[in-house]
């Protein structure tokens, strides 16, 4: 999660949100959350788990958020 | 009542956002709820992050906390908008605070504390590069 507010810190273009599974059910369904964490960018199911900042970045980065 | 922190804990975390070169505004958005999970039994999302977060900005002069009904922008309830310096960079938490995910919001504070991001040099430089939105949500549980 940390990785996440930083990135966002370190980026105008970038914003960041811890949600809480429990608490919000019906969207962690629609994002089919199964494991946490659990991320998505712009609103789509991206991975599991946590990963080193180079992966982190690679994957938010990726050209298919373009 | 259980106290949000742990004695032997506190007088670190006092001191870890005393040190902060910034200081950070807690911001707890209270809304509708949605129906959690069952099992949460009778528990108050919005007065433990109430609880939580005043609790946290009770520790040092360089938090402020304040509750807000319904801001703009803001759609889960309850929330935490983390603003460093009083600016609304984006970084949120959706839900209540406690358990393991606590360190989620004191670590977003901290982070927010700092006058310069915390990432390496090769990835400022690829954030630096960017040049659309992004998004990032990150789903988590308590335990």
Known sequence: ?66 | MPTVFRPDEEPRLRELLDAMERPVDLVVALGPEETPLPGAGDFDFSAETVKVVEALAALSGRVTSRIEQQPAGVTLFPAVLVLPAGDDRGLRYFGTPYGYELASLVGAVLEAGRSAPSLTSESLERLAALDRELAIDVFVTPT
């Open chain 1, 1 to 66: 999660m940390l990785l996440a507010y930083k990135t966002a810190l370190a980026s105008p273009h970038v914003t960041a949100a811890a949600i809480e599974a429990g608490e919000f059910p019906r969207l962690a369904d629609e994002m089919n959350v199964w494991a946490v964490p659990s991320i998505a960018v712009n609103g789509v199911p991206q991975w599991e788990g946590a990963v080193r900042e180079r992966v982190f970045l690679d994957r938010v980065l990726a050209p298919s958020f373009a």
